[in-house]
């Protein structure tokens, strides 16, 4: 994170772990980099920052981006081998077996429509019980994701 006079630069950098054919693994980092424009104002003793004006405020779903990290996650350990069945990841996370298979559907969310929901552009009237419910059913096409995630 750097603060500057103009505002407040946030970096991120996390290690995506990819498994290859013959069991090997390389590591590589997915990186964020969001610039917010703000200034801060003086009154008195009192400092506040004051974000620019136009800037619309964003939706961030800490619980969809959880669903598709878990569902990716045990999706990579069904299709490595590291586990059998959707129901021995159901006991060994201690859920029940009807949510992690609602769950693993998320797995096969879009990269565009997971970015939109990490930087904020995520629709008011989606969120994970609407996709756990079969409300929302993903098209297979990754074309068509775009349109229950972004505004």
């Known amino acids: 994170m750097i603060l500057s006079s103009d505002g407040l ?3 991120l950098r996390l290690p995506v772990v990819q498994n290859g054919s013959g069991g090997t693994s390389t590591t590589r980092n997915l990186e964020l980099d969001r610039f917010i424009p703000m200034s801060i104002k003086r009154r008195g003793v009192e400092m506040r920052l004051v974000v620019s004006g136009g800037v619309e405020p964003r939706i961030l779903d800490p619980a969809l ?7 990716r996650h045990w999706y990579e350990e069904l299709s490595s081998g590291r586990a059998r069945s959707l ?6 996370e201690k859920l029940s077996k009807r ?28 969120n994970l019980q609407m996709f756990k ?10 074309k068509h994701h775009h349109q229950y995630f972004v505004n």
């Open 99 to 126: 949510y992690v298979s609602e769950l693993v559907r998320m797995a096969f969310v879009s990269p565009d429509s997971i970015e939109a929901i990490v930087n904020g552009e995520l629709r008011i009237a989606v």
């Open 9 to 11: 630069r946030l970096r």
């Open 87 to 92: 129901a021995e990841i159901a006991r060994r």
């Open 133 to 142: 419910d079969g409300r929302v059913d993903l098209p297979l096409d990754w």
């Open 65 to 71: 981006l959880k669903a598709i990290a878990r569902a």
